[in-house]
C-alpha cells in the first residue's frame, strides 16, 4: 500500500510538472481591437442635477486616460413632452439645472456627439428612492467599519445603489512660524493676516461599485451594509471625518447591468472570479443599432445622509497617523549673510519652518530650518477652505 502511494504520487507530481510546462499566455485579438466604444456615465437625477460623462473605452495595454468624448449636445427628453439640456461644465462632463421631474412619466437621455452621431437611451420610469434609515459605524479590531441601512415600507423599491463623498480635516507635517517676504526678500514672520497653511480639509468619492438588494427578503429592509472600511492608522480618521451617503433606487434591469459591471471591474484576477460579462445597457445608436455602447442610463430621486466622526469617539489605544517630513538646517557658510540665506526660499518650492538660534541663548537668529513645500503647505494636497458642512 506504501508503495502504491509513493508511485500515485509520484505520477501526480509528473502530470503537475506537465501542466505547468505547457501554459502559454493567451491574448485574445479583441483586447488589442481598434474600437472606442462610447461610455455613457450617468444617471437622470429626479429631484436634482443630472450629471453625465462621456468616454470611450480602451484596450488593457494603452496606458493613456480614456478618451474624453468633448463637445456633444445632451437633452433630458420627457417622453411626449418637454427637453432639458445639459451644459459642458468641464470637459466631457454634462450637467442640467436642479430639476424636479413628474414621477408619473418617462425620461430619456438624447446624444448627438461632436462627429454628428447620434444616440439615445430608452424611455425609464423615474424610481422614487425610499430616505436612508441610517448612516452607522463601528470600531472594529484595527478599523472603522461604516455601515448603510434603508428600508421602503411599500416594498417599491428592492434594488439599492450607493455612492459616498468623504471628507476630512488634517495638518500639514510641519508648522510653520516664518515665511519669505517675496516683496522684501527677507524672512519675517507670519501674522494673522496671513493665509492659514497648516489646517485643511481633503475629500473623496467612492470609487467601487456598491448595491444591495432586499428581492429575496420578506420585507424590503436593507440593514447595515457595508460600505466603507477605514484602517485605524490612516490620515482620515486623525482629527476629524465625515461621509455623505447617497442612496438610488434601481430597476431589475439596472441592477443587473450594475452588477455585471462590477463583477468585470472588481472581480477579475484570479482563476476563481468570475469571467467577464457582456455588458447589455440601455444606450442605442440611432444609426446603427448593432454598435456596442456602454452605459445605463436610469432615473430615480437621490436620497442623501451626512455622519461627522470624531477621533475622542474612537478607541484609545488606537494608533493614529501623524504626518512626518524631514527637515533641514541653514547656516550660512562664510561670507554668507541671512539674507543669502532667504534667497534659498525664493519661489516657494522651498519654504522656511522656523529661525534657529544660538545655543548659548541669543535674541538673533543665525539661521534657518527648511523643508518642501509639500511638508510646510497643507495646500497642496487639499484646500484650507471650511466645508460649509463642517461642524
Known amino acids: 500500500m506504501q508503495m502504491y502511494t509513493r508511485r500515485l504520487k509520484s505520477i501526480i507530481c509528473c502530470c503537475l510538472l506537465l501542466l505547468v510546462g505547457c501554459v502559454e499566455p493567451y491574448a485574445p485579438e479583441v483586447i488589442e481591437g481598434p474600437n472606442h466604444y462610447l461610455v455613457v456615465d450617468g444617471l437622470i437625477n429626479g429631484n436634482g442635477i443630472t450629471t453625465v460623462k462621456l468616454s470611450r473605452t480602451q484596450n488593457i495595454s494603452e496606458e493613456s486616460m480614456p478618451m474624453a468624448e468633448m463637445g456633444a449636445t445632451l437633452l433630458l427628453e420627457e417622453e411626449q413632452g418637454a427637453q432639458y439640456p445639459l451644459y459642458e461644465t468641464d470637459p466631457a462632463m454634462y450637467v442640467s439645472n436642479s430639476l424636479n421631474l413628474d414621477h408619473t412619466k418617462k425620461y430619456r437621455l438624447y446624444i448627438r456627439l461632436s462627429t454628428g452621431r447620434e444616440y439615445v437611451s430608452d424611455f425609464v420610469d423615474v424610481k422614487q428612492t425610499p430616505p436612508i434609515e441610517k448612516v452607522s459605524w463601528e470600531a472594529l479590531d484595527n478599523s472603522l467599519q461604516i455601515y448603510v441601512s434603508s428600508r421602503d415600507p411599500q416594498n417599491n423599491t428592492q434594488y439599492y445603489r450607493w455612492e459616498y463623498e468623504d471628507t476630512w480635516a488634517y495638518t500639514a507635517a510641519l508648522y510653520s512660524n516664518i515665511k519669505y517676504d517675496e516683496a522684501t526678500g527677507t524672512i519675517v514672520a507670519r501674522g494673522r493676516g496671513d493665509e492659514n497653511i497648516y489646517n485643511c480639509w481633503r475629500s473623496d468619492s467612492s470609487k467601487d461599485i456598491k448595491l444591495g438588494t432586499s428581492a429575496k427578503l420578506s420585507q424590503d429592509v436593507i440593514h447595515e451594509y457595508p460600505i466603507l472600511t477605514l484602517r485605524a492608522l490612516s490620515e482620515e480618521l486623525r482629527i476629524k471625518y465625515s461621509i455623505l451617503v447617497k442612496q438610488y433606487a434601481l430597476t431589475q434591469e439596472a441592477y443587473q447591468y450594475w452588477e455585471a459591471l462590477r463583477k468585470n471591474t472588481e472581480g477579475i484576477g484570479t482563476l476563481f472570479d468570475p ?89 538673533a537668529p543665525i539661521g534657518y530650518m527648511g523643508a518642501t513645500k509639500r511638508c510646510v503647505d497643507c495646500r497642496t494636497r487639499g484646500t484650507n477652505v471650511k466645508p460649509d458642512f463642517w461642524e
Not at 275 to 290: C, E, F, I, K, M
Not at 325 to 341: F, K
Request: hydrophobic fraction near 35%; charged fraction near 20%; include cysteine.
Open 275 to 363: 469571467l467577464p460579462a457582456q455588458l447589455t445597457g440601455n444606450v442605442h445608436s440611432l444609426a446603427n443599432p448593432d454598435e456596442p455602447v456602454i452605459g445605463y442610463v436610469g432615473a430615480s430621486s437621490v436620497q442623501e445622509k451626512r455622519i461627522f466622526v470624531s477621533r475622542d469617539e474612537l478607541p484609545k489605544e488606537w494608533r493614529y497617523f501623524y504626518p512626518t517630513c524631514q527637515m533641514d538646517s541653514l547656516l550660512p557658510a562664510e561670507g554668507e549673510t541671512l539674507a543669502d540665506l532667504a534667497v534659498r526660499f525664493k519661489g516657494g518650492n522651498y519654504m522656511p519652518v522656523t529661525e534657529i538660534y544660538p545655543p548659548q541663548g541669543g535674541i
